[in-house]
């Protein structure tokens, strides 16, 4: 089972709003991440967790934050985001073994910020 | 800074034929790779990877061909069905805090 699940699947919200998307893994995963894609563009790192610890932020704005509750799930609350924050997010996990890590990813939150 | 990028931005072929997606890397310290594919509106689907130490791999309809001395890698995808028509990502794994590096994307069109 390589299943990662992401809720919503699709999310509007106004540039006033709090809103948040979850993600979830029962693979056992140890390190959970948070990506950005664009239209037409390949997937853009924000965020990564590694046994529950938040590892990497890529230079995100603070109006994104990441928390990881537990080991099989990730959440990314969203606060005063602007128009050009619309994007499909997309969530992963790998087994952190080294070399040959493999990212799986969710199908991902399609947002749109008004 | 270094990246993975690939030639060719769209592929147009036709059903039954064979398809080449090419990428090209830069980080010559890259040990694994990846292809995904990304049909519309979903995530990227894990399809095949490869290690450094290893010149080809071979899954279902699909190989994974890296040429280490050009830093050049290429999915080659079998009897190319309509089904395959998405967009497919090469990304390297630095192994540096687990972080993918992906290249452009190229979209393959199946043509019936």
């Known amino acids: 089972d390589t299943e990662v699940t992401q809720t919503p699947k699709h999310l509007v919200m106004g540039m006033t709003n709090k809103k948040s998307l979850k993600c979830e893994q029962h693979?056992?995963?140890?390190?959970m991440y948070w990506y950005k894609q664009k239209a037409k563009k390949p997937p853009e790192l924000m965020f990564v967790y590694s046994y529950e610890k938040l590892s990497i932020n890529e230079s995100v704005p603070s109006r994104f934050s990441p928390e990881c509750p537990n080991s099989s799930l990730l959440n990314l609350h969203l606060h005063a985001l602007q128009p050009e924050d619309s994007a499909l997010y997309l969530c992963a996990s790998s087994q952190r073994t080294g070399v040959t890590d493999t990212q799986y990813f969710g199908p991902g939150t399609r947002l749109t910020v008004l | 800074g270094e990246s993975v990028g690939l030639h060719l931005p769209t592929l147009s072929v036709q059903e039954g034929d064979n398809s080449i997606i090419n990428c090209a890397y830069s980080n010559s310290a890259s040990d694994y790779f990846i292809w995904y594919k990304q049909e519309s509106g979903k995530g990227p689907q894990f399809i095949i990877d490869i290690r450094s130490n290893m010149d080809k791999r071979q899954g279902q309809r699909v190989t994974v061909l890296l040429n280490k001395t050009v830093k050049h890698l290429s999915l080659q995808i079998a009897a190319t069905q309509p089904g395959d028509s998405a967009v497919y990502f090469c990304?390297?794994?630095?192994?540096?805090?687990?972080?993918?590096?992906f290249g452009g994307g190229t979209r393959l069109m199946v043509k019936p």
């Open positions: 693979m056992g995963h140890r390190a």
């Open positions: 990304a390297e794994n630095n192994n540096a805090g687990n972080m993918l590096t």
